[in-house]
């Protein structure tokens, strides 16, 4: 057992007790905010164990060239989503629980001293694209779930971690020494997470009116150990617990459809909008999701130059510090009930600004991040050349159900040559084989309009994925994820013109006028979560009602 590396697996063992499979006893996970952005460790992990909810990133790097699944991590991180998605309790019985950890100073010296943050469950995983020096790589992004270990004073007996690693004993046997929240967690599975999600304040809650009932000293509540955060703080806590509900996808586009923004000659400003793009765009990159203020400055101040209006002043001081009035933004560095400083002030203190965790955390999902970006550009920013702002912001993937390939590196033969270069390219292979077994369900009828065009041979028709292939899309290729439409509503589904709605009817996303019925046969079934993300992309998804 180690923790010298991010993610470190226990060895697996196989049981004598009549077990199939092997058995990992558990996975270390540690977090080190000492190299943190680095070009040996570009992540930005966040701990968030107040609210129960840690993003964690995966272990590929811009100098590997293997595929991003198959180094050792992120291999063990994949292997264990598998086990704690299974669908029997006997088959999350087996598997592996992240024991999650973070570097500490101890005396003033950074290094060499762990912190034990809590027995964590794997929610989700997403393939990301990071950045190191400009070069992009890919990666996975990890959703964990920390568990409540209020029952066990937030201490994990290891014992349990040792009968995991024991061949003899059964993973039945071991899972009675398991924590109360993970053998819950074991018995009724993901769609119990959130009540078993670790929260600060309800276990505090919990032991003060324990001791209060049993007649204990009011006074001893004051003593109790308040659990610590790598990137947290006793008043954020304190400011998250003041919040009345925990945000929903559904306020969080409400949130950005009603910004406060100033207007001029009938137009509304873009300078939050074009700040929030660029906050949104450093979660689906990776980075972290708080910037300095020197950081901000110059590149929003950028956007605003470039992408504002004519006549509006670059002051990228204003939406940095206004838009906490969203409750979408956090300021760090000046107490929040401060009025606005003087614009030199900005430069002289440590500033740091960025999307509040809440907020991250539903936008480190991809369907809500697709539907605050589409909400965001049709608000705020229709009459302007939105393909050059996503361009610029990396988040051209979101313009059209297909996404972006990996672009090509060109390499000029010799100086002056410009019309002859070589390039390469990493492109998505497609099944054609599948493709074609979708057309020839249909025989080449379109789902939307049912026009089957003809041709001197035979009969044409296009597949098109639902959930595009390409970044950041990342679709699986697969027959549930395929349409078969003629050539025009290929186009209009690939540049979000048109969507599928929550009851089958096809409609026009500017206006949702019904253009038909999505025309659907018992042998090609299609994945309804794959439509609503496309929806998502179009800004008309309405099923978002909990994170």
């Given at each position: 057992?180690?923790?010298?590396?991010?993610?470190?697996?226990?060895?697996?063992?196989?049981?004598?007790?009549?077990?199939?499979?092997?058995?990992?006893?558990?996975?270390?996970?540690?977090?080190?905010?000492?190299?943190?952005?680095?070009?040996?460790?570009?992540?930005?992990?966040?701990?968030?164990?107040?609210?129960?909810?840690?993003?964690?990133?995966?272990?590929?790097?811009?100098?590997?060239?293997?595929?991003?699944?198959?180094?050792p991590?992120n291999?063990?991180?994949?292997?264990?989503?598998?086990?704690?998605?299974?669908?029997?309790?006997?088959?999350?019985?087996?598997?592996?629980?992240?024991?999650?950890?973070?570097?500490?100073?101890?005396?003033?010296?950074?290094?060499?001293?762990?912190?034990?943050?809590?027995?964590?469950?794997?929610?989700?995983?997403?393939?990301?694209?990071?950045?190191?020096?400009?070069?992009?790589?890919?990666?996975?992004?990890?959703?964990?779930?920390?568990?409540?270990?209020s029952?066990?004073?937030?201490?994990?007996?290891?014992?349990?971690?040792?009968?995991?690693?024991?061949?003899?004993?059964?993973?039945?046997?071991?899972?009675?020494?398991?924590?109360?929240?993970?053998?819950?967690?074991?018995?009724?599975?993901?769609?119990?997470?959130?009540?078993?999600?670790?929260?600060?304040?309800?276990?505090?809650?919990?032991?003060?009116?324990?001791?209060?009932?049993?007649?204990?000293?009011?006074?001893?509540?004051?003593?109790?150990?308040?659990?610590?955060?790598?990137?947290?703080?006793?008043?954020?806590?304190?400011?998250?617990?003041?919040?009345?509900e925990e945000l929903?996808?559904?306020?969080?586009?409400?949130?950005?459809?009603?910004?406060?923004?100033?207007?001029?000659?009938?137009?509304?400003?873009?300078?939050?909008?074009?700040?929030?793009?660029?906050?949104?765009?450093?979660?689906?990159?990776?980075?972290?999701?708080?910037?300095?203020?020197?950081?901000?400055r110059?590149?929003?101040?950028?956007?605003?130059?470039?992408?504002g209006?004519?006549?509006?002043?670059?002051?990228?001081?204003?939406?940095?510090?206004?838009?906490?009035?969203?409750?979408?933004?956090?300021?760090?560095?000046?107490?929040?009930?401060?009025?606005?400083?003087?614009?030199?002030?900005?430069?002289?203190?440590?500033?740091?600004?960025?999307?509040?965790?809440e907020?991250?955390?539903?936008?480190?999902?991809?369907?809500?991040?697709?539907?605050?970006?589409?909400?965001?550009?049709?608000?705020?920013?229709?009459?302007?050349?939105?393909?050059?702002?996503m361009?610029?912001?990396?988040?051209?993937?979101?313009?059209?159900?297909?996404?972006?390939?990996?672009?090509?590196?060109?390499?000029?033969?010799?100086?002056?040559?410009?019309?002859?270069?070589?390039?390469?390219?990493?492109?998505?292979?497609?099944?054609?084989?599948l493709?074609?077994?979708?057309?020839?369900?249909?025989?080449?009828?379109?789902?939307?309009?049912?026009?089957?065009?003809?041709?001197?041979?035979?009969?044409?028709?296009?597949?098109?994925?639902?959930?595009?292939?390409?970044?950041?899309?990342?679709?699986?290729?697969?027959?549930?994820?395929?349409?078969?439409?003629?050539?025009?509503?290929?186009?209009?589904?690939?540049?979000?013109?048109?969507?599928?709605?929550?009851?089958?009817?096809?409609?026009?996303?500017?206006?949702?006028?019904?253009?038909?019925e999505?025309?659907?046969?018992?042998?090609?079934?299609?994945?309804?979560?794959?439509?609503?993300?496309?929806?998502a992309?179009?800004?008309?998804?309405?099923?978002?009602?909990?994170?």
């Open positions: 057992m180690q923790l010298s590396k991010g993610i470190n697996p226990i060895a697996k063992v196989r049981p004598t007790s009549g077990e199939r499979r092997h058995r990992r006893p558990a996975i270390l996970i540690r977090s080190s905010p000492w190299k943190a952005g680095t070009a040996e460790t570009p992540w930005h992990d966040v701990f968030d164990l107040d609210n129960g909810r840690v993003t964690y990133y995966g272990d590929h790097r811009v100098d590997h060239t293997v595929p991003v699944g198959t180094t991590g291999a063990a991180l994949l292997e264990t989503l598998e086990e704690h998605q299974a669908s029997t309790a006997e088959q999350r019985a087996l598997a592996a629980p992240l024991l999650l950890f973070a570097a500490v100073s101890r005396n003033k010296t950074p290094k060499g001293y762990v912190e034990f943050c809590g027995v964590a469950v794997v929610e989700r995983v997403e393939q990301i694209e990071q950045e190191t020096k400009g070069l992009p790589f890919p990666n996975y992004r990890y959703d964990l779930t920390v568990l409540d270990l029952p066990e004073d937030d201490r994990v007996d290891w014992a349990w971690i040792e009968a995991r690693g024991t061949a003899t004993l059964s993973a039945a046997e071991a899972l009675e020494l398991a924590p109360r929240s993970w053998r819950q967690w074991v018995e009724h599975g993901q769609a119990v997470l959130p009540d078993l999600r670790r929260r600060t304040v309800r276990a505090e809650n919990r032991v003060a009116s324990e001791r209060h009932s049993a007649g204990g000293d009011p006074e001893s509540e004051a003593r109790l150990p308040t659990p610590r955060s790598p990137q947290g703080s006793a008043p954020a806590a304190a400011a998250r617990a003041a919040s009345s929903t996808p559904s306020e969080l586009m409400d949130r950005l459809r009603s910004l406060r923004v100033h207007q001029r000659n009938g137009q509304r400003s873009r300078h939050k909008p074009l700040a929030l793009l660029w906050g949104i765009s450093r979660i689906a990159t990776g980075k972290s999701r708080l910037a300095p203020w020197h950081e901000f110059d590149e929003v101040g950028g956007l605003m130059a470039e992408f209006l004519p006549e509006s002043s670059v002051t990228p001081e204003y939406p940095f510090w206004h838009l906490r009035t969203s409750h979408l933004w956090d300021v760090r560095g000046i107490p929040p009930e401060r009025a606005m400083p003087q614009a030199a002030v900005f430069d002289s203190v440590n500033l740091e600004g960025g999307m509040t965790e907020a991250s955390h539903l936008l480190g999902q991809p369907v809500v991040r697709s539907q605050a970006i589409a909400v965001l550009r049709e608000t705020y920013l229709a009459d302007m050349d939105q393909h050059a702002l361009e610029r912001l990396g988040l051209a993937g979101y313009e059209s159900a297909s996404g972006v390939g990996d672009g090509p590196e060109d390499q000029r033969t010799q100086r002056g040559q410009a019309a002859r270069r070589t390039t390469t390219a990493s492109q998505v292979v497609r099944n054609v084989r493709a074609n077994a979708a057309k020839a369900l249909h025989s080449d009828h379109c789902q939307v309009c049912g026009l089957q065009l003809p041709t001197q041979f035979g009969t044409y028709s296009e597949a098109a994925h639902i959930r595009g292939l390409g970044r950041p899309h990342n679709g699986p290729d697969e027959l549930a994820n395929l349409l078969v439409l003629c050539p025009n509503h290929h186009v209009q589904f690939d540049t979000l013109a048109i969507y599928v709605d929550t009851d089958g009817f096809v409609r026009a996303t500017a206006d949702g006028t019904v253009i038909g999505l025309r659907r046969l018992p042998a090609h079934r299609i994945d309804e979560d794959h439509l609503r993300y496309q929806r992309l179009c800004a008309r998804d309405t099923t978002m009602q909990t994170p």
